[in-house]
């Protein structure tokens, strides 16, 4: 137990450090309520080709058992860019190269519900 | 006396149809079915079964399995829905009861499905295995399959499958792009016509309610096919083609969908590919009257059972409206905004009313086609599809 008198602030400096690597931080830290609304636009509207539970439809699946090895960039640049001649559209604009990244992420290791 | 004649007929429809479960209490006692309809709830895998004079939702039934894009058709007698999942699950649902009167899983992965004129067949529309599969609608026992084989080493992808009068249904080839005829109307395998060469990526296809067109959608190129079943040799025939020559696609988030209900009068209402547009043609000619701008890429465009007006709703990101356009000086009359992800519209029989799926909201409203007030909220959870039973009596529904 730790002394009443003790002041549990940080130093400011050590403090901004912090801050600064908050932000630096891994490149997929979406908040919360971005990641929420990435599933559901997975879910539901990525979902109205490739099925709601992404075992694919019109489009192909996008379950780990087919796209688990597959590059990820490459992933992450075909939902930005679209694939020309093919009904999958770009994203971009929708979303960003960050969350493009987030989202294979997660659908290469089994995507949130 | 208006209640005593609805409950004499919908006992004798009872006792007709259902033998000993008659006896058995329905949870709604003794009525008909005729104002009835379902409402897809994709991510629960339920149905609401709905009534539409008082608006109110009579009974949830479970356990229908992967319900997105889930579609349905109903029986000639209006007791039993079809429902036709993503997951290739065919499920007959007893209205009447409120119950799941029988249930197959008979393919991994299938986009919808139609009944035969005379209400004896099934037929539903695969994508794994590409092709389509015909069942009994008693007794949901497979009758056949033909294997959409075009050539490649896969199967195609089958899509827009329309029901045809005389035992016919009609399907595009996605993959393919060709257009086949199934005639099941003797014993024995269908006769398979085949239409080639139809055009890129048919996404979706109609019949209109006469049966004498249907009309496939092109996603891989400006334009649509139509086929006229009335002519002697059918021939597919280019409409629209290059509707949007020399401009620039807009990215597609969510396909059109097509089904019967694109003739107003003389004139079908079809939603253009990648353009925030509707496009209009004659009837016959298939010349293009008009182009529609609209709030952005339509997803349904429905005209009203009486053709005077025609309703649209929109793809993601812009599915927060609704317009409606008078099919005959196809001006924009009205907007509304139920809310977001308005996914689907549905016309009471004689269009009085239509009901409209706000998914996120988790709410079905309920407006006067007249008025354009809303009448009523019905809670759902995340809807989709609407589905009244009146569709049985029209064909391409």
Redesign the interface.
């Known amino acids: 137990m730790l002394p009443r008198s003790t002041d549990l602030r940080l130093p400011r400096e050590i403090a901004s450090l912090l801050a600064l690597l908050v932000l630096l931080g891994p490149a997929q830290a979406l908040d919360a309520k971005r990641e929420a609304e990435l599933v559901d636009l997975v879910r539901?509207?990525c979902?109205?080709?490739h099925?709601?539970?992404l075992?694919?439809?019109?489009g192909r699946s996008l379950l780990p058992e087919r796209i688990g090895q597959l590059d990820a960039d490459g992933l992450a640049a075909i939902i930005l860019g679209?694939v020309p001649?093919t009904?999958m559209?770009?994203?971009r604009g929708?979303i960003t190269d960050e969350e493009a990244r987030w989202i294979v992420d997660r659908l290469k290791t089994g995507f949130p519900e | 006396m208006r209640r005593r004649q609805f409950l004499t007929l919908s006992l004798a429809c009872a006792a007709t149809g259902a033998g000993a479960e008659a006896a058995s209490a329905s949870p709604m006692g003794p009525r008909g079915t005729g104002d009835l309809g379902i409402v897809v709830e994709r991510a629960s895998g339920s149905i609401l079964i709905v009534e539409t004079s008082g608006r109110t939702v009579l009974a949830r039934v479970a356990q229908l399995g992967d319900l997105s894009h889930a579609s349905a058709v109903f029986s000639r007698d209006e007791r039993f829905a079809y429902v036709f999942g993503r997951d290739g699950a065919l499920t007959k649902v007893d209205l009447v009861n409120a119950r799941i009167d029988r249930r197959i899983v008979q393919a991994g992965n299938s986009i919808g499905g139609a009944i035969s004129d005379d209400g004896r067949l099934i037929a539903v529309a695969n994508y794994e295995p590409g092709g389509i599969k015909l069942f009994d609608s008693a007794s949901l026992a497979e009758l056949g399959e033909i294997a959409a084989d075009y050539g490649a080493e896969q199967r195609s992808k089958t899509v827009g499958i329309a029901d045809a009068p005389g035992r016919r249904f009609l399907f595009s080839l996605y993959d393919g792009g060709e257009v086949w005829l199934a005639d099941c109307a003797e014993a024995g395998p269908p006769k398979v016509t085949k239409f080639r060469g139809i055009g890129k990526l048919p996404y979706d296809a109609l019949i209109t309610n006469d049966g004498r067109y249907y009309i496939a959608g092109l996603f891989g190129e400006d334009g649509m096919v139509c086929l006229d079943l009335w002519a002697e040799q059918p021939k597919p025939q280019r409409i629209l083609a290059g509707y949007g020559r020399g401009e620039e696609k807009l990215p597609v988030y969510k396909m059109p969908h097509l089904r019967g209900w694109a003739q107003a009068g003389d004139r079908f209402l079809l939603p253009a590919v990648g353009r925030n547009e509707v496009l209009v043609v004659e009837a016959g000619t298939f010349q293009e009257i008009g182009r529609v701008a609209v709030h952005g890429q339509p997803v349904f465009v429905m005209a009203r059972p009486d053709g005077r007006h025609a309703w649209v709703n929109f793809a993601h990101p812009k599915n927060d409206r609704v317009q409606v356009i008078d099919t005959r000086s196809l001006a924009v009359v009205r907007e509304l905004r139920p809310g977001p992800a308005v996914l689907h519209m549905e016309f009471t029989s004689r269009g009085h009313e239509v009901w409209v799926s706000v998914r996120d909201a988790d709410r079905i409203d309920v407006y006067d086609t007249r008025t354009f007030a809303k009448l009523a909220e019905v809670p759902a959870r995340k809807p989709s599809g609407i589905f009244f039973a009146s569709r049985a009596h029209r064909t391409g529904l």
């Not at chain 1, 075992?55 to 019109?58: A, H, I, N, P």
């Open positions: 539901q509207d979902g109205s080709c099925g709601m539970t075992k694919g439809g019109l679209g001649g009904p559209p770009p994203w929708l």
